[in-house]
């Protein structure tokens, strides 16, 4: 019985042995098909240059931002001209695709100058009490959510107004907007 465990374990360990060695072969065959030893890491063995291949991103990169601007001047200049040549009347970089009937329809107002992105933009509001407060509120949100430029608010309140807006912007913390506050009783007797 004893011999009978024996010869299965040996059995055993030479099919294993076997296992590793027919293994360790094909890997050592497959390495002369691919031109790289398999049985060796990726980090072990030839790999290409991560410098060559964060320049040849970094060049990939700069061609898709040169298309992007020739392809956005080209827009803002066909955005800028109708189809018989001549400038549009009351169309803006953000009007988007109109139909040729609703552009027709618009007011005969020359295009005004577009406003930089880094340009600062003043936003006056008057506020006095609890609901007036809260009514603001919803209008700040709406001018944050579609804001692309810096933004300078200018408040007109009375001392509710004033501390209810003060604490709100505390505690948003909003990047690039910058509030000022002016007391509606001081301007009221000022005039």
Excluded at 25 to 38: A, D, T
Excluded at 148 to 162: E, G, Q, R, W
Aim: hydrophobic residues 40%.
């Amino acid at each position: 019985m004893l011999c009978s465990w024996r010869v299965k374990l040996k059995l055993l360990l030479a099919t294993v042995t076997l296992a590793v060695l027919l293994s360790w072969l094909y890997l050592f065959v497959g390495s002369f098909e691919y031109g790289r030893f398999l049985l060796l890491p990726p980090c072990l063995g030839e790999q290409p240059s991560r410098d060559v291949e964060r320049e040849a991103l970094a060049s990939r990169v700069r061609r898709v931002e040169e298309e992007n601007q020739q392809l956005r001047l080209q827009l803002s200049q066909a955005q800028g001209e109708g189809s018989d040549g001549s400038p549009q009347w009351g169309t803006s970089a953000e009007d988007g695709d109109t139909p040729a009937g609703e552009r027709r329809n618009r007011t005969a107002c020359l295009k005004q100058r577009t406003v930089h992105k880094c340009e600062l933009l003043h936003v006056a509001i008057v506020c006095a009490g609890h609901n007036a407060s809260r009514d603001v509120v919803t209008l700040v949100k709406s001018i944050l959510f579609h804001r692309k430029n810096p933004l300078h608010f200018h408040f007109i309140t009375d001392s509710v107004a004033h501390q209810i807006l003060q604490t709100l912007f505390q505690s948003w913390m909003v990047p690039s907007v910058h509030i000022s506050f002016y007391n509606a009783d001081d301007l009221k007797a000022g005039t």
